[in-house]
């Protein structure tokens, strides 16, 4: 940001959004702040083996770089600003941009972890009442003394006021005692699924729910759209969609994001960022081609694919049997803003409609993206066929920054002590209960992915990207220094990886079934609830807050020595899982905490005391 805008924006604070002048300026504000606002100290890039450039193929890793990832963790959207503003309406139902900001100054510059923001109106969405002036939590973080929520971008643009996600509001937590951001960490009561049901165009994101065939939402033949193929669809009634996808949103834990377009409904617990030496990337491990390991196609996943539902308008028919033309008009029928709000007449395509008012003619959908060589076809190093790289720099450059910088993020310290013998033994617990054949050395795993048949945990998410099979090409970037905007003489180059084998298992290709990846262990303490569709959650009263919906659904933030408790006591998961089997939610939204049946419990030989010394053993894992 220029330093001129920063000190415009700084004195008046958030008080200029709710004043006319404010309609008046161009200016960005993101909260960057200097690096002693840290909780922890980064890794030096030379500190570790992988935090330099993994491979000959890959760019070096330079201070600039680490520099450009770090600003672009905490602040790049790569014009996300469009969808969530314009078209999602995020901030047009019953949140407001000017009742956030009124939240944020209640806060007096003393910061929150759970942003609590009042309904700008009364509506029912997904068959909840939210009444005007009620106070929603909504899971965001405020840094002490910042006018934005962690990882929000606001933006004015001739009179347009915008804001967008960057990764951290994901990925960081807010140390309010201290003023710290304490980087990398999950932020586990953030609520993506009220947020999005709270938008006023929910139904842009349809295809991350289970709502089933668009044609049952048709209610008249008067909302008709020209098809691809020449015949005649009829968009469902926008009314009837909105709220079956509010009411799926609805059923996601704090936490937790849906982030594959397959027509399911399976949020993922949002991981931890600490990513040195956790490779394959992602629930599943499908980002495993490319530079480091995969981490510049995870670190692009968001936004290809999470962040812009308009840019798998190529792929809708292959992946989700839905019409282009259907599934873009569907998208915008509700639009938030008029300039982008598709109106059937019969006649006119949605897609040409699009092409009017894209900010982005160089690629699809609304943000930032170039389309790789396969493209319209997906690869194993996007499942979209897209890259986010932003114009004026060169291809993929804030990925491979933002995928160096995260390397060099160290856990911080866990919140509990433990004594050396309790250390000892714990460790000698791990070992003897075999906790080591898959958890070992310096980072804690063995980089594999578990076949779903043989972890048991549930199997929805491991086959999230199946139908990316339909549309299938071969993985190929451009050379990193080339320019975006393309030019004419971009050459591809193909990029090594899985074998085609390897690659059908990470996808679940054909017959396979997929499998979930072995995490890492650094970090535990800040990572609870545990499996990956974070159903291993207790909180605080073991006795009374056993599964989901005593915690994660009940306002209670998981308790990391209770939960891991869960992960090896079959007598309390089994209290976990019958309480997610019995809440209505927590079926819809397929969180479970099943699988991964590895006990250290009396049944399985090993005192309460040990037990006790083991779950303080991983609580205590660190990084060098």
Not at 57 to 79: I, N, Q
Not at 424 to 443: D, K, M, N, P
Request: hydrophobic letters at 45%.
């Amino acid at each position: 940001m220029k330093k001129a805008y920063l000190f415009l924006f700084v004195p008046l604070g958030t008080a200029i959004l709710l004043t006319g002048v404010f309609r008046m300026l161009t200016l960005d504000y993101v909260y960057v702040p200097g690096r002693d606002k840290a909780a922890q100290t980064p890794y030096a890039a030379d500190a570790l083996p992988g935090i330099r450039a993994m491979s000959a193929d890959d760019p070096p890793v330079t201070a600039e770089m680490l520099e450009l990832g770090r600003k672009a963790f905490y602040g790049e959207t790569f014009g996300n600003e469009v969808f969530f503003t314009d078209i999602l309406g995020a901030f047009d139902g019953v949140l407001s941009l000017a009742n956030i900001e009124k939240a944020i100054l209640r806060l007096g510059g003393k910061g929150t972890t759970n942003l609590l923001v009042e309904a700008a109106r009364t509506e029912t969405v997904g068959g909840r009442l939210f009444r005007k002036g009620e106070l929603i939590a909504t899971g965001l973080d405020v840094p002490v003394g910042a006018y934005v929520p962690l990882g929000i971008k606001m933006k004015t643009e001739r009179g347009h006021v915008s804001a967008g996600v960057g990764c951290i509001a994901c990925h960081a937590v807010v140390d309010v005692p201290h003023g710290r951001i304490v980087e990398g960490v999950p932020n586990t009561d953030l609520d993506a699924g009220l947020l999005l049901a709270l938008s006023s165009n929910s139904a842009a994101f349809f295809a991350h729910t289970d709502i089933g065939a668009l044609q049952t939402f048709v209610r008249e033949q008067a909302r008709a759209v020209p098809l691809s193929d020449g015949r005649t669809g009829q968009l469902p009634d926008p009314d009837a969609l909105e709220d079956a996808v509010d009411r799926a949103f609805l059923t996601w834990p704090k936490g937790s994001v849906d982030t594959t377009i397959d027509l399911r409904n399976g949020p993922v617990q949002i991981p931890d960022a600490f990513t040195l030496g956790d490779f394959p990337y992602s629930w599943s491990g499908f980002a495993a081609a490319g530079p480091f390991h995969g981490l510049v196609v995870f670190s692009s996943t968001p936004n290809a694919q999470n962040m812009d539902p308009l840019s798998q308008s190529e792929l809708s028919q292959a992946l989700l049997g839905i019409d282009k033309e259907l599934y873009i008009g569907t998208i915008l029928q509700r639009a938030a803003n008029a300039k982008f709000r598709y109106r059937p007449d019969g006649r006119t395509r949605p897609s040409a409609f699009f092409a009017a008012v894209d900010p982005t003619p160089q690629a699809p959908g609304v943000t930032e993206l170039v389309p790789l060589p396969p493209f319209p076809r997906a690869s194993a190093v996007s499942s979209t066929g897209l890259l986010a790289s932003k114009p004026g720099y060169r291809f993929g450059e804030h990925l491979l920054a933002m995928a160096a910088f995260q390397n060099t993020l160290r856990p911080p310290a866990p919140p509990v002590s433990a004594t050396q013998a309790e250390l000892t033994e714990g460790e000698a617990v791990f070992r003897r209960a075999g906790c080591v054949a898959c958890h070992a050395g310096t980072f804690f795993t063995n980089n594999r992915v578990v076949p779903v048949a043989e972890i048991g945990s549930e199997a929805v998410r491991a086959a999230g990207l199946r139908n990316t099979q339909a549309q299938w090409g071969p993985a190929a970037f451009y050379d990193w220094s080339t320019t975006v905007p393309l030019p004419p003489s971009a050459q591809a180059t193909a990029v090594s990886g899985p074998s085609p084998a390897q690659t059908a298992f990470l996808l679940a290709h054909g017959t396979q079934s997929g499998g979930y990846k072995t995490p890492s262990l650094w970090g535990l303490a800040w990572s609870a609830p545990y499996l990956h569709d974070g159903g291993v959650a207790v909180g605080p009263d073991a006795a009374r807050q056993a599964g989901a919906p005593a915690t994660l659904y009940g306002g209670v933030l998981p308790d990391a020595h209770n939960s891991l408790l869960a992960l090896i006591d079959r007598e309390l998961r089994s209290r976990v899982t019958r309480a997610n089997a019995a809440s209505p939610a927590a079926a819809a939204a397929h969180v479970r905490g099943i699988g991964h049946e590895f006990w250290a419990d009396p049944q399985a030989g090993f005192t309460r005391e040990q037990q006790e010394a083991l779950v303080r053993y991983l609580l205590q894992i660190a990084a060098p």
